[in-house]
């Protein structure tokens, strides 16, 4: 009599499409989303798109200023864990975001979003920035006022060693060229993509160029 054995162990099964093996490349997906405890506020970045964020986005207010010089209104890290393993990237990352302006006047005024790529390493408090991309400028009485926008970033053969953490920045930048109106930005961040739609979807990803070794 042959015995079957059997295992409660769940097998590790790495799939590739053909694209992937043949450039070296795959893909990784990351969602920006807030947590919130009796401690404070948090920004992470986690793998799981069914998280749902304590908040939906985040906004900042920029009270009528009458000039037109941008300033930095939000800067935000959003960290993933701590690599258990070696990570290396390589190729074109891709930043997808969803974000608005909106003022009560006629006036133009405009704002911008700068991502920023980062290696945080929490035993030397190093940080190490890979690459940054722009969004363009959208101003407050563009038509419609809540936009999607997607970013390519070229990221170097970077190696993350284990115990190092990826991080993704966010830097809200705004002009308020009026005098008499305040001026409010949003930029969606929340994995589960509640309230969102096709057209507008509610999350912040990063899809990252993993190298196939």
Request: charged fraction near 25%.
């Amino acid at each position: 009599m042959v015995s079957n054995k059997f295992t409660t162990t769940s097998p590790v099964i790495a799939s590739f499409d053909f694209q992937e093996i043949a450039t070296g490349e795959g893909f990784v997906d990351y969602y920006p989303a807030l947590t919130q405890d009796s401690v404070g506020t948090d920004y992470i970045l986690t793998g799981d798109s069914s998280t749902y964020s304590d908040e939906e986005q985040v906004t900042f207010a920029f009270t009528k200023d009458n000039d037109t010089t941008y300033r930095k209104q939000l800067d935000l890290d959003f960290d993933l864990s701590e690599y258990q393993l070696s990570q290396t990237f390589e190729g074109t990352a891709h930043i997808g975001v969803t974000w608005s302006v909106t003022g009560a006047s006629a006036d133009s005024n405009g704002m911008y979003i700068i991502f920023k790529i980062r290696k945080w390493d929490p035993d030397t408090s190093t940080e190490t920035e890979i690459a940054s991309v722009q969004t363009e400028t959208k101003n407050d009485d563009d038509d419609p006022q809540l936009k999607t926008s997607l970013l390519d970033v070229a990221i170097p053969q970077t190696v993350f060693p284990a115990g190092t953490v990826l991080r993704l920045t966010a830097e809200l930048w705004s002009m308020n060229d009026s005098s008499i109106a305040d001026l409010t930005g949003t930029m969606k961040i929340d994995p589960a993509n509640r309230n969102g739609s096709a057209t507008n979807p509610n999350f912040l990803k990063l899809r990252m160029p993993k190298r196939i070794e």
